[in-house]
Structures are given as C-alpha cells and as structure tokens.
C-alpha cells in the first residue's frame, strides 16, 4: 500500500508538470516573476520536490475510505455525492459584490467561492466566482456580471464551464485558448426592482438551455488533468492542524478588501467559518436567508498588475513558491501556493514542503494582492 501511494504521488507529480500548450517546464530555483502580455500566461514550475517524496515515504499509512453504495467523493467539496455525477464538469460563475448586488441568491450551496479585486477603483471593489458541481440544483444564483483576466486563468484549472456577462477588451486573447468555454450574457432575468445590470441570474433550466445550444459537453473533456484538486482529510476525523507546532489562533479573519471591508468569525459549534461583509451577515436571499460559511479558508498572495486607467487590473495566478494561509477549525499555518499553468490545479504545501490536507466541506479562497498581504489579520 506505502509503495502503491508512492508510485502515485510520482505519476502526479508528471502530470503536474503538463502546460496548458503541452510543453515541458523547467523547475525554478526561486518563485518565478513575468511580465504582462496579451497572451495566456502560464509560467511557474514543479514545487514538488524529492524532500516531499521522501517524506510521504515515511508517513503514516492511512486507511482508504470507502464510499458509500452509489456515492463517490466530491472533487470540490470531498462530500460524498451521487455518483452519476461523477464525470459532470463544474460551472464557474460570476456574482457581482458590490453593495447594490445584495442580496445574494445561492451563494450559500456553491462548492468553492473565490474572492478577489475586480478594479483598482471603488475602493478595490471585489467580484465572487463560485464553483458548482452539481449544477442541476441550481434555482437561482447571482446576480450574474461580467469577467476578467484573472478568472480566465484560474476557472480552466476546473474544466469547468465559466458563467458570465462580459468584459473588458483585455479577455480577448484569453477567450482564444481552446480550453476556455463560456456562456455569456444567456440567463435569465429577474424583475427585482434594480437597474438592469443587477438582474441577471442562473435560474433553472438555463444551464441545459446553454449546453445544448453551444454543444459544450457536460462531462470533463480532453483538458481535465484528471488528478484530484484538493487533497482531502478523512470524512471522519478533521485536520485540526495539531500537528503543526507553528499554527496559530484563528477565530476572526480580516480582510484587506478595503470597499466591503469583509471578515470572518468561527463559529466552534458548526466548525465553519461565517463570512460578513458591508457591517453585516453574508445571507443567501435564495435559501431562507442562510450565512455564508466555510469549512475551508486558502488565502494566496498574488502580484497585482494594473492594466489601464480606468481600473482594469490583473493578479498573476500561475506561479510558483508563493505565500498563503490555510485556515480551518479555528486554527491558520502558513503555506505556499503554485500554478504550473491555466488548467493545472493550484497546489498547497506545508512548511514542510507536502502537499496539504484540507477539510471536508466548502472552501473561501481569498486572492491578496502582494501590496495588501501584510493587512490581513488573523486573531
């Protein structure tokens, strides 16, 4: 069984090393730095090293789970779900944030929710792009807006179809990569009073409507890796981070989003970390007025580049070596992130150097601009 995991910690560990172009990257010695340009970036290298290897070598053996009759674990949550949906490709859609937006609608069931600077104006105002694995659920969910550089680099590593409205002329080269598929300005609107760019949801049946009508498969095509995103801990014990003698408290969490000025607060009887921001709860209008929590919080910091004068902006999310924190059951440890390219999954190691255990359940992942990393505050 030892050798077994081995031998597929090494096959991973190759197939991490795939571009989205197919070509062979070099491992670099430091993180790596590029310039911006109109193409799809892909730069970063392998952070796996032989020291990780090694120490999987020596680690505990664990007991395999099996899954319950006619389930399968979640790639996105670790949830044990229907196993007809085993093969289904995410969405990943586009919420607006901003104040007038709210409420939110669906917010509340979706798998993984990134946060991140939509603009260097309005305070740096911030867009949500959640990922849904079982989409079918969906009833509504938004309101829908438009997209930017940054998604459009970070959704592929999902093989998941993106969900949105728009966007600048700086998408254009990244709309071209074969591995980018979306459907855009095609859902439903809702009469809620509001002006029009706040009415656009995913409401049911607009998703089949849409895979129909562009011939999108359903199911994970040739530019899924295959390989399981995150690594999970048992669905029966959480990674309480006890075995780390450098975890720290964390029962409220910060954010240096300074136009939603947006915390969090554990709450140690659900395990789940509630999201507030604008000075209130996080409430999902669509399912009874429900707080947004998580079980999982992965915070990255990311160069920020601004692209124009008028606030367009990009993070750089393929690189290598980069700082992060993993947050869960009222605990935080420091760990580094890379991306070897668009649709290879983001990676999260330790300190020291393996790849991270996170907690079955939903995930926040929070994009921290380099110039912002040192605000953020963990208690």
Partial sequence: MKRLSVLLLLAMTGMFMLTACGKEKKKPEAPVATEADDSSIVIGGDDTSSEAVESTEEAVEEEVEEAPEGMYAS????????????????????????????????????????????????????RFMAIIKDWGKITQLGSIRSTRPTNLQIFPEWNAVLCHDGGPFWNDNFYKNKFVERFSGTFSRVNNGKPREFTEYVCK?????????????????????GTPHYQFASHTKDNDLSQY???????????????????????????????????????????????????????????????????????????SGREGYYIT???????????????????????????????????????????????????
């Fill in 75 to 126: 790639e996105t949550t670790g949830e044990w779900i229907d196993i007809s949906l085993k093969d289904q490709r995410p969405i990943a859609v586009m919420i607006d944030d901003e104040k007038k937006a709210l409420p939110h609608y669906g917010v509340s069931d979706v798998d993984v929710l990134y946060e991140m600077v939509n603009s260097t104006q309005n305070e740096g105002v911030t």
């Fill in 205 to 225: 049946g607009d998703l089949e409507k849409n895979f129909k009508n562009t011939g999108y498969s359903t199911t994970y095509n040739e530019y899924w890796e």
């Fill in 245 to 319: 003698s450098s975890a720290v408290d964390c029962k409220k969490l910060v954010l240096p989003f300074h136009h939603n000025n947006p915390y969090m607060e554990y709450d140690e009887a659900e395990g789940v970390y509630k999201y507030f921001q604008y000075g209130q709860k996080e409430v999902d209008a669509g399912n009874g007025n429900k707080q947004v929590a998580f079980k999982n919080v992965l915070l990255q910091n990311a160069r920020l580049e601004q692209l124009d004068s008028h606030g367009y902006m990009m993070y750089y999310p393929t690189e």
């Fill in 329 to 379: 059951d009222g605990k935080a440890i420091k760990v580094t992130w890379s991306k070897l390219s668009d649709i290879t999954a983001t990676r999260y190691y330790d300190e020291n150097g393996n790849e991270i255990k996170i907690n079955v359940g939903k995930t926040y992942v929070g994009l921290i601009s380099d110039k912002e990393w040192g605000n953020i505050e963990i208690n």
